[in-house]
């Protein structure tokens, strides 16, 4: 049984760009997560999802950020316009059910903006 | 507002022993805590989950225990190993919003052979 698949492991970008990250959860698993890792800090809750639905999306930032979980494929989280504080960690999860259920954590996509 | 502390920050220890990580919360009120452990460059592997109707939970080598009343939880790892070098991260669901985990900045673990 397959974990929590993230792609790119690792991405550079140019300030500027667009940096997109993909995240299928664990087989039966319909409650996607996202955090950041920024260095030397904790992880913070970005967003919430279940398919076709943001659930709760009050660790996004106000611009720049949005993530969807589209009825058939992975979940994306999608930067815009990338600026050097992007550069970070970003780990997917998911949960079989939602509200304090197990998370299982992908192996994390790191971000480096140059 | 929700805020976890790990104590200690780091920990070095020689091979066999027995040790305890701690873990405590502003706000009592949690519903469910998690215990990870996160290798460099690596992601979160889960693992022990104490629900809310529980008091402890273990897992081969690894207890941890949650007094809700005080919000305070600890993780206690016996006959420690080399392999057992991680950094260590206790994370709650808060009572109020119980589908966002909320991170302390974790216990860095070496364990010396």
């Known amino acids: 049984n397959a974990g929590v698949m993230q792609n790119p492991r690792h991405l550079v970008r140019r300030r500027g760009q667009e940096a997109r ?12 997560y996202w955090y950041r890792q920024l260095p030397e800090e904790g992880l913070k809750f970005m967003v919430y999802l279940q398919k076709e639905n943001i659930i709760d999306e009050s660790g996004m930032p106000k611009e ?4 969807e979980f589209p009825k058939e494929g992975p979940s994306i989280l999608r930067i815009q316009q990338v600026v050097r504080g992007d550069s970070a960690a970003y780990f997917c999860a998911s949960s079989l059910q939602g509200y304090g259920n197990t998370i299982y954590f992908g192996e994390g996509s790191w971000l480096t903006v140059v | 507002k929700q805020e976890v502390t790990q104590i200690p920050a780091a920990l070095s220890v ?31 592997t889960s693992l022990l989950l104490i629900q809310s109707s529980q008091r402890e939970q273990t897992s081969g080598r690894l207890n941890a225990s ?11 790892i016996a006959a420690s190993q080399p ?28 364990v010396k052979s």
């Open chain 2, 83 to 110: 392999g057992d070098s991680a950094t260590y991260l206790c994370a709650g669901f808060p009572m109020e919003y119980g589908n966002k985990l909320v991170f302390g900045a974790g216990t860095i673990l070496r």
């Open chain 2, 66 to 76: 949650l007094d809700k009343s005080s919000g305070r939880s600890t993780l206690y």
């Open chain 1, 21 to 32: 990250l993909r995240c299928s959860p664990m087989k039966g698993h319909s409650h996607v």
């Open chain 2, 14 to 44: 020689p091979e066999g022993e027995n040790l305890v990580l701690n873990c405590s919360f502003t706000d009592s009120a949690i519903y469910n805590l998690q215990w990870f452990r996160q290798d460099p460059g690596k992601g979160l």
């Open chain 1, 64 to 67: 720049r950020f949005s993530a």
